[in-house]
């Protein structure tokens, strides 16, 4: 068997559109991780932002209070004030949490400005800011943590891409499991022997699932070496979710870190992706053409978030949001799955459990038809 799966897997290296697929990967990948991380806002127009940025979030980091936003935007209204307003930074950590704790109607950088040119000094006493509670943020037996989030913000963004990028490359590497040899009328040949009526059949799917995986780790492993180099380090993995001002996940009912939420995602991208390439080598095993094959999982893949634009609710809706293309990005799978108009069960961890045995699930019953679909062919 060993045997057998290492020749299919080199069989799928060596295919030419395997390969120039592997390429164009590689480039929109950087691409992906440049515009995500490295030409990200937070960079600024002199690329000090990320610097800067640092800075501001080594003096905020900690307990998650009143006094400490107080504080926060307290120092962010004096910077503005004081620096020169053609060198003025964007301090775009600042300006998030005053986005959202500064009352609604009340423009504090027109008032800053008229403050300035009048000599003046706006002051944080002078600013109607929220509580916490007033907004009403989870609170759980230990206080939420405040610290780094923007650009583990840019962090959930590049993830989510990366899944529809290794999701498209895997689709296109399972279309051609099977097909290619059927549209080479080579199945009576391969089938009829005897390695091929058992070990043929669950070699491709091995072949098919391992080099999906591996892509997949691959293409994290090195989004993951971007982000410390962006971010340096891993500074703000213990920030609270409801902290991350930029998703406003106020009142997420669990309380989890961003670098927790960053293993749950990964965790659901990675299945989901089990059951895209059980799919895709089902629907290879019943095609004649890879191209056939490649249209018909990619249409599959996409469907369920066209149906969702269709129905918007009932038991339905909750079964098209089990399918990866409708809960792989971060924010998404957290808003949805805490919210019970939008899932089957009630509580966060419950509909995440949910999910991923029916994705599991899902790749065992494509993989077993295939199987099974092979086995009769033989024996017809």
Request: glycine residues 6%; proline residues 2%.
């Amino acid at each position: 068997m060993k045997t057998i799966v290492k020749y299919e897997m080199e069989k799928i290296q060596q295919n030419r559109t395997f390969i120039g697929a592997l390429v164009i990967s590689l480039f929109v990948l950087a691409g992906i991780l440049y515009i995500g991380m490295y030409h990200a806002q937070l960079q600024g127009i002199e690329r000090k932002g990320v610097e800067n940025y640092h800075q501001i979030v080594e003096r905020s980091t900690g307990e998650f209070t009143d006094q400490r936003v107080q504080d926060v935007l307290s120092n962010y209204i004096g910077r503005f004030q004081q620096d020169d307003v053609n060198n003025r930074g964007f301090d775009l950590f600042s300006w998030e949490v005053a986005n959202t704790f500064i009352a609604n109607g009340e423009n504090i950088y027109d008032r800053m400005n008229t403050a300035v040119k009048q000599g003046e000094t706006l002051t944080i006493d002078q600013i109607k800011v929220k509580s916490i509670e007033e907004i009403g943020f989870t609170e759980f037996e230990k206080p939420l943590k405040m610290g780094s989030f923007v650009t583990w913000k840019d962090f959930y963004h590049v993830t989510n891409q990366l899944f529809l990028l290794i999701s498209t490359l895997s689709i296109l590497l399972c279309s051609l499991v099977f097909s290619s040899d059927t549209s080479r009328n080579m199945n009576p040949l391969l089938l009829s022997t005897r390695r091929g009526r058992k070990q043929m059949t669950v070699a491709k799917i091995i072949a098919g699932t391992f080099i999906s995986v591996l892509a997949f780790l691959f293409i994290h492993g090195v989004s993951l070496g971007a982000f410390a180099l962006y971010n340096s380090g891993f500074t703000g993995w213990d920030t609270s979710i409801q902290t991350n001002f930029s998703m406003e996940l106020f009142t997420f009912p669990v309380e989890l870190n961003q670098l927790q939420v960053y293993g749950l995602a990964v965790a659901l991208q990675l299945i989901g992706l089990l059951a895209i390439v059980g799919i895709t080598l089902y629907i290879s095993s019943a095609t004649r053409s890879p191209f056939s094959a490649l249209l018909i999982a990619l249409g599959i893949f996409l469907l369920p978030k066209a149906l969702t634009q269709l129905v918007k609710r009932g038991p339905i809706y909750h079964l098209l949001n089990l399918f990866p293309i409708n809960n792989y990005a971060v924010q998404d799978f957290l808003t949805l799955m805490s919210t019970k108009t939008e899932f089957f069960l009630t509580y966060f961890m419950q509909n995440m459990v949910l999910t991923m045995v029916v994705l599991v699930a899902i790749a065992l019953l494509c993989n077993w038809a295939v199987y099974q679909r092979l086995k009769q062919y033989q024996e017809a």
